[in-house]
């Protein structure tokens, strides 16, 4: 794919000397931390000494004193307490965090997972009767529920208490419930608006614990759940979510949880996993449960209490990933044909077919993405809705343009980069045309060829011991604390080859220094011939540390590469 390269401002030598002052840094330190609006000694300690002091007091948050009030008077009255969560990774852990919790202060907990085939996203009817059903006195949705006013109106009539814990974009109108826990509410001056949904679940249990002074309890020895919730769900690496993603990596790289260590096992995970390991190499585990089978499983990993459990329910879940995997590739071929076959002036990808299975199709939006880079949406057919998933590229936000589009759709939710919908079947090629329309109004032209964002342009000399390890002192890095990323040029392949016949191996060296670097460049094979020739090029990369037979190193990962002119 075409990249665009785009160089992040550089501060002005006054700010860097100003800076210097009060951090004694090097030049290039101290730019990375402008570039990330870190201005004085006190942000520079925050940033990179993230602490659990600073997390904010969970009373801020709108409802939280009914919330949390309202557990315990279920507790004194001994009401059946039932947790309803999502399928996916933020969703499950949720579900584990609060049952592993709050069964170690009353017995009479129990949970729900919906079908993501029979039942579909958010509160499912058949949810909701099966929790009058079971007498469930107070029902507590997390990672959903801001948007399923009709199925939470109905719990209300079946009388049913409930309390909402989630953070997906609010509507117009909120369901009843007797309090909902969203910092995206507009009424919600909470400090901090992204955290995950398993993020809100631990600022309620913080609450109940500290409404019910119980000190016995360890709340922050659950923060490997809460930090596979904040990788996968791809939420913003700031403020909170990045103190509790710091703590929780400490958390799971020392776990004693037998589902946690089941999955490092299977994932043949580097000495430590760090938030890309989590993304690339656990979460995938996780999510299959719910893509292939039943998401329950995953929850059953989660809260499992022996080793032997959790190696036989992860065998399960290796075996659905694998099946995931090629229901994956099948789907991308078709979708990358379909998008090959249809004009070529389009600014969205819209397509649709009933042998599609719904569990993959988010997947398939996001590979559609990296492949053609425009806002795509994969539908398949249930009865006689068509529901999905969409999927968009750095800075367009495909909820609100969904939003725009809401009169042809029955349902739909998420955030600005990924979203679920269906609609009628018979409204698809109004819904086609009206979403290209928006997109094309709303789209700047500046920003439809994918970016490559480049923090520094440095020589290898550059990138010495002390810098590398102030580079790891950064982590965790995500959204809104990216990794940075470097030029170089002009450099040389000293040696090269191809891995697993796609993967770039490379042996590189520039003209500032006698060190060689080892770098890779994951499915880049296409640069072959550029670099056989012994071409000068320009560089995009990464540096990252590197595990071999027990030896830590540092190699670098290509991002782009161009000729040097």
């Known amino acids: 794919m075409q990249r665009k390269w785009s160089y992040l401002p550089l501060p002005s030598a006054n700010e860097v000397a100003d800076f210097q002052g009060f951090l004694s840094a090097s030049h290039l330190t101290l730019t990375l931390l402008l570039q990330r609006n870190i201005k004085d000694l006190e942000a520079a300690k925050a940033f990179f000494n993230p602490s659990l002091a600073d997390l904010h007091d969970p009373f801020l948050m709108q409802g939280m004193s ?5 557990i315990i008077q279920a507790i004194r009255q001994k009401k059946h307490i039932r947790i309803y969560g999502d399928y996916d990774v933020d969703g499950t852990t949720s579900v584990a965090l609060f049952c592993k919790v709050l069964k170690q202060l009353y017995g009479n907990v129990s949970y729900y997972i919906p079908d993501r085939y029979q039942e579909g996203y958010g509160v499912s009817e058949q949810g909701i009767s099966q929790a009058i059903r079971d007498e469930v006195g107070l029902l507590i949705c997390v990672d959903c529920g801001t948007r399923d006013i009709e199925q939470l109106g109905r719990a209300k009539s ?7 814990c989630d953070h997906h974009e609010p509507g117009n109108h909120l369901p009843p419930a ?22 809100i679940v631990f600022k309620l ?16 020895s659950y923060l490997d759940l809460v930090v596979l919730s904040i990788a996968a769900d791809i939420v ?42 989590i993304v690339f190499r656990i979460a995938p585990y996780i999510n299959a449960a719910g893509r292939v089978n039943h998401a329950s499983i995953a929850v059953e990993l989660l809260m499992a209490q022996t080793q032997d459990k959790a190696k036989k329910i992860a065998t399960i ?16 071929k078709e979708a990358l044909h379909m998008i090959e076959s249809e004009q070529t002036n389009r600014l969205t990808t819209v397509l649709y077919k009933d042998t599609w299975s719904k569990g993959v199709v988010g997947i398939g939006a996001a590979r559609c993405v990296e492949n053609c880079y425009r806002p795509t949406i994969l539908l398949t057919k249930e009865n006689e809705q068509l529901v999905g998933s969409a999927r968009s590229v750095v800075g367009y936000n495909i909820y609100e343009a969904l939003k725009k589009c809401q009169k042809w759709l029955t349902k739909y939710g998420g955030h600005a980069y990924a979203a679920g919908l269906s609609l009628p079947y018979q409204h698809f090629s109004s819904f086609r045309a009206d979403f290209e329309e928006v997109v094309r109004k709303t789209w700047r032209v500046s920003t439809r060829v994918a970016s490559q964002v480049i923090d520094v342009k440095l020589n290898f000399r550059d990138l010495t011991k002390v810098f590398c390890k102030t580079i790891d002192r950064m982590r965790p890095f ?9 030029s170089t040029e002009p450099v040389i392949a000293i ?64 991002k782009d590469i161009k000729p040097y002119t």
């Open 236 to 277: 913003p690496m700031v403020g909170e979510n990045r103190i509790l993603a710091h703590h929780g990596l400490i958390t799971i790289n020392q776990s004693k949880r037998p589902g946690i260590n089941a999955l490092k096992a299977l994932s043949y995970p580097k000495q430590n996993l760090n938030i890309k390991d």
């Open 478 to 486: 995500g959204p809104d604390n990216q990794q940075p990323v470097f």
């Open 158 to 164: 079946g009388n049913i208490d409930v309390i909402i």
């Open 205 to 220: 249990l913080q609450g109940l614990l500290q409404r019910t002074h119980n000190s016995s309890l360890d709340l922050y």
């Open 317 to 332: 879940l290796e075996q659905n990933n694998t099946k995931r995997k090629a229901m994956d590739e099948e789907l991308l």
């Open 178 to 199: 007797v309090a909902i826990l969203n910092p995206k509410q507009k009424a919600c001056n909470y400090p901090f608006r992204e955290l995950s949904g398993c993020g």
């Open 66 to 70: 009914k919330a949390v009030q309202k």
């Open 495 to 558: 040696d090269y080859k191809l891995y697993q016949n796609k993967h770039l191996m490379l042996l590189l060296k520039d003209g500032t220094s006698s060190q060689l670097w080892k770098a890779i460049g994951f499915n880049m094979g296409g640069y072959l011939p550029l670099v056989q020739k012994r071409n000068k090029l320009t560089i995009a990369y990464q540096v990252e540390n590197n595990t071999y037979q027990g030896l830590l190193s540092k190699q670098l990962i290509i």
